[in-house]
């Protein structure tokens, strides 16, 4: 779409269709890893997807969730 606000109402549908979880944790790295210098934010970034990553092994749902929502058929597709 040529209209930025229509434009922005898809982005905002596409990223309000994941898991609130994932949206909050990525919102979470961009907001503080944003916030500081470069190589600072992305030593942040990593920091934060490395115990996001170690949470999830050991919650033992968290794969089981994420299997589901990727193979739910009636979720919204993107078409971005």
Known sequence: SDDPMERAMEIANYVGGNDATMV??????????GAMELSKGLQRERALALAHYLEAVQDGTTFEGAKKFITDETRPRSKL
């Open 24 to 33: 909050q944790r990525y919102k979470r790295a961009i907001d503080e890893g």
